[in-house]
């Protein structure tokens, strides 16, 4: 092994290792992990989102490849048809070709040509994370047998009556030219207004002769076809049935009385406009009302309205006040928030537009895809998602599933203009199968991409040209994924695999949690507080990486990514948690090559517990090996992590390796030293791998056998060439070696030296001083165990004599310094080695000094003055100042303590 470890030079070599097996690649084994990857865009790039995601999967295929079960991790991507459109549009009018000029047919190639020119950007980075994922068989949704997938279930549900076509409302993006589904649709806070309008009554009535409605959007009054009001609201009863004229426009409306309206917002008079409303849309169903769509696509007035006709959304409103205000008809304008809805793709507000599209019928599959969930088919981790799920299903509406746009699925349904026929079909046609007439044509639209991707766990494995290669591969494990396409993609999965396949795609669906920037908002690169994947295996290696956000998984539905940028250029700087775990990468690497520079003689055999260490680190390891076994199978990614990091960090290299330096000198305990340190290694290093794949990988090509590689009657089983593809260490396997006692005696025994040394440090004494040490006890048990494990305290903590005493009759000896422990209390004697009186005087004056700093922090963040005006990082770091002080005081109190 090299002297350091550099994961620049190391993990793309280990990488091409690992690609030029065919580890990746499926093989049989006992029992199934099949894992199909949330397919990113085919332009995109890796995100910390997506980091994490693979991280995730990688360590769950990877286990399970360990643990000898058949295992596949089916790499994807997507098309992503608006984000593709829109880039290749961009693309072409920067060489002056509009996309109209082209035609469908040459921009649907020049799609092709975008997605394989930049389409693998994606798989290059998720490569280099190190995430073991079958590339040979990549997929794509515009592959041609999983786009016959996507006719096949058009078809199949267009003939049975759950795809039609209507009239609907629709959330419309007029930069985009398509319509988005209510899921996609973003809603922002937005400081707008509320304008109060005049509208003239056609007959007075009660001596009135005009109503004052309240609305957000006043250039949509020009599609006003009615005007509601509560049925509860008494005050405007007498006006139920009577027309207004619509200013501008000139047409008569009916009042009419709808529960629809809440009586207390604005005046208690709704404009309804059936065209661009949903809610209005349902009283102009309900109460006959004419639907008028006063926008084209763009969201501009049509023709027909005079002065406003070509206005876009903006210019409209602005000419309506105006006039409105020109005619004595605007009675005031108040300030309003309101959430506005906007395109998820290009952030234009959305339009709420009448048009004719495609639709899914949810009713009759919302239902089995509830009970999946209600029954357990189907589990969410953590289980709070479970809800989100259930609440979205139980509101669903029909499935806006048309788009207007060129790339993408193609709707596949045939319209022939001689004798009216029309038809899903799995084939093209051109001929009409009714009357031969050659004037059929395709519906222009394509499907929305989710309509797609809601195949992707069966579609990617053969469906429905081989259904047999589901066998046993369907459902997958688990779906790794984001909270927010639980509605978008993961219902709409579980409902077309039931309808389709009659079984859940997955049993498992495990809720990522999103990760923010350091003061808490959304990762952006426009803001400049995203950071690069590449960047963080750039600077500090994958493993560092994946590890670092594997333990972010605490089951918290946000966590903060604590990068931190210059504020001059932007240019990311430096993340501290990462950097923590790339000192783990190197700790690892480093006891590891102590160890193997110690094993000349080497000779394998079964580990023994020859001392209270052994016995103590065997039964820890074992335990270990139980948690992360479990932790991995049930998704604690974070509670894992911590627990390999304690163990490995804490337990293994500060300590047993510590204690066994001495052993591995004598000649009588080499040997059995030797291989015990080996096992100890060998199984941390295959529990560490599906975490860490690069630096375990790295170690375990240096490392000689362990008992691992042996049967139980000692016959050596060939050595496995890469860790990936070693044995996992089975809990079970292991569980012999637990042993409650020893492990007790242990820890007493690592809490007593603790207590020396932190002395040792505190007071800046040699460890070469010899110094006495009393224990007080009142557990019998435990003072029995200090005794029997006297040897091994002062032997290690160069202690030169140890009593360990009852509380009655004892005294403090003098001299000495106490350490409180749970059962017992440790003195350590100094004598003349600490002049005790000066070192009180000195903490005194420590904590008058901290307090005295705490008590001005704590008046600067009781100003609201400053609260209100400061910049907000610099309040952070105050409130931060607050608690390390606070901290520091408390630590200073305790050394007092220790004192008296």
Same mark, same amino acid.
């Given at each position: ?753 603790? &207590?020396? *040394?932190?002395?040792? $440090? !505190?007071?800046?004494?040699?460890? +070469? /001083?010899? =110094?006495?040490?009393?224990? %007080? @006890? ?59 009186? &000066?070192? *009180?005087?000195?903490? $005194? !004056?420590?904590?008058?000094?901290? +307090? /005295?700093? =705490?008590?001005?922090?704590? %008046? @600067? ?40």
């Amino acid at each position: 092994m090299e002297k350091s470890y550099d994961p620049a030079a190391s993990e793309p070599a280990i990488l091409q290792r690992w690609l030029a097996s065919d580890s990746y690649l499926r093989h049989p084994g006992k029992g199934d992990c099949t894992i199909t990857i949330p397919p990113p865009n085919v332009t995109g790039i890796l995100h910390a989102g997506h980091a994490l995601d693979d991280a995730i999967q990688d360590a769950i295929v990877r286990q399970a490849r360990m643990r000898g079960r058949s295992t596949r991790w089916i790499f994807g991507t997507d098309h992503a048809g608006i984000a593709t459109q829109t880039r290749v549009d961009k693309k072409l009018k920067e060489e002056g070709v509009s996309r109209l000029e082209l035609g469908r047919e040459k921009f649907i190639e020049a799609c092709w040509d975008w997605t394989r020119e930049y389409g693998g950007i994606i798989q290059e980075q998720i490569k280099r994370m190190g995430c073991s994922v079958d590339l040979e068989h990549e997929r794509f949704t515009m592959d041609a047998d999983y786009a016959q997938a996507v006719r096949r279930v058009f078809v199949d549900w267009y003939r049975d009556g759950l795809i039609y076509r209507g009239r609907r409302i629709v959330n419309w993006c007029p930069s985009c030219k398509t319509a988005i589904s209510d899921d996609e649709a973003e809603y922002h806070a937005e400081a707008g207004h509320l304008w109060l309008l005049r509208y003239p009554l056609a007959e007075p009535v009660e001596g009135v002769d005009h109503i004052v409605v309240a609305t957000t959007r006043p250039e949509t009054m020009l599609g006003d076809t009615g005007i509601a009001v509560s049925p509860k609201d008494p005050a405007k009863a007498a006006f139920v049935g009577a027309t207004v004229v619509l200013p501008i426009v000139g047409r008569k409306i009916p009042i009419f009385a709808d529960y629809h309206v809440d009586p207390g917002f604005g005046t208690g008079y709704v404009k309804v406009t059936p065209a661009h409303d949903p809610n209005d849309y349902a009283m102009g169903e309900a109460h006959g009302l004419e639907s008028i769509n006063i926008f084209d696509e763009r969201a501009r007035v049509v023709e027909g309205y005079g002065e406003f006709s070509g206005l876009d959304r903006d210019e409209a409103r602005e000419r309506i006040v105006a006039w409105f205000s020109e005619h004595g008809l605007l009675e005031r304008v108040e300030d309003h928030e309101h959430s506005v809805m906007h395109c998820y793709r290009c952030d234009s507000s959305l339009e709420p537009w009448l048009s004719e599209q495609w639709f899914v019928a949810v009713d009759r599959l919302r239902g089995p895809a509830t009970e999946a969930v209600t029954s357990g088919a189907v589990t969410f981790h953590p289980k709070r998602w479970e809800q989100t799920y259930l609440t979205w299903m139980a509101g669903v509406k029909d499935w806006c599933i048309s788009r207007q746009l060129w790339w993408g699925h193609r709707i596949p349904v045939f319209y022939c203009e001689d004798c009216g026929w029309t038809d899903a079909l799995i084939e093209d046609v051109e001929i009409c199968p009714v009357c031969g007439g050659r004037h059929v044509h395709q519906d222009e639209n394509v499907l929305d991409t989710w309509f797609s991707s809601q195949l992707w766990t069966f579609a990617t494995q053969g469906w429905p040209q081989t259904p047999e290669a589901l066998e046993g591969h369907h459902p997958t494990t688990a779906l790794v994924t984001a909270r927010d396409i639980i509605a978008l993609w993961v219902a709409r999965m579980i409902m077309s695999s039931l309808y389709f396949l009659g079984e859940v795609p997955f049993h498992d669906v495990v809720i990522y949690p999103t990760i923010l920037a350091a003061d808490g908002s959304r990762m952006s690169k426009s803001k400049g507080n995203g950071v690069d994947p590449m960047d963080l295996i750039e600077r500090y290696g994958a493993d560092a990486m994946r590890f670092n956000l594997l333990s972010l998984c605490t089951g918290n539905q946000d966590v903060r990514f604590d990068a931190e940028f210059d504020p001059k250029t932007g240019d990311f700087v430096r993340s501290a948690r990462t950097e923590q775990a790339r000192a783990f990468v190197t700790k690892i690497w480093n006891a590891s090559r102590f160890l193997l520079l110690n094993m000349d003689g080497y000779t394998p055999g079964p580990p023994v517990a020859d001392t209270a260490a052994d016995a103590w680190i065997l039964s820890r390891l074992a335990k270990t090996a139980a948690a992360v076994t479990d932790g991995i199978a049930g998704y604690a990614f974070g509670d894992t992590a911590r627990t390999i990091h304690g163990f490995v960090w804490n337990e293994v290299c500060d300590w047993y390796i510590e204690v066994t330096k001495t052993r591995l000198k004598d000649v009588s305990s080499r040997a059995q030293t030797q291989r015990n340190l080996i096992f100890v290694l060998d199984v941390s290093l295959r529990l560490l791998h599906p975490l860490m794949p690069f630096v375990t990988e790295a170690i375990w090509g240096s490392m000689p056998a362990s008992w691992l590689d042996f049967s139980r009657d000692g016959q050596s089983h060939e050595r496995a060439e890469q860790l990936m593809d070693a044995a996992w260490p089975e809990p079970e396997a292991l569980s012999a070696y637990i042993d409650e006692r020893s492990e007790r005696a242990f820890e007493l025994a690592r809490s007593v030296v603790a &207590a020396v *040394r932190s002395t040792r $440090a !505190r007071y800046r004494l040699s460890p +070469r /001083a010899a =110094l006495g040490v009393r224990v %007080r @006890t009142q557990v019998p048990a435990v003072a029995e165990t200090l005794r029997e494990q006297a040897d091994f305290i002062c032997g290690i903590a160069a202690v030169r004599d140890l009593e360990v005493s009852s509380a009655d009759g004892f005294h403090k000896p003098t001299g000495s310094v106490t350490v409180v422990e749970p059962d017992f209390d440790v003195h350590v004697i100094v004598g003349d080695l600490v002049d005790l009186e &000066a070192e *009180r005087l000195r903490l $005194a !004056r420590e904590i008058e000094r901290a +307090r /005295a700093d =705490l008590a001005g922090v704590e %008046r @600067t963040l009781s100003n609201q003055g400053f609260i209100s005006k400061a910049a907000p990082e610099i309040v952070s770091r105050k409130r931060n100042r607050a608690r390390e002080l606070t901290e520091t005081i408390q630590g200073l109190v305790d050394q007092a303590h220790e004192l008296d």
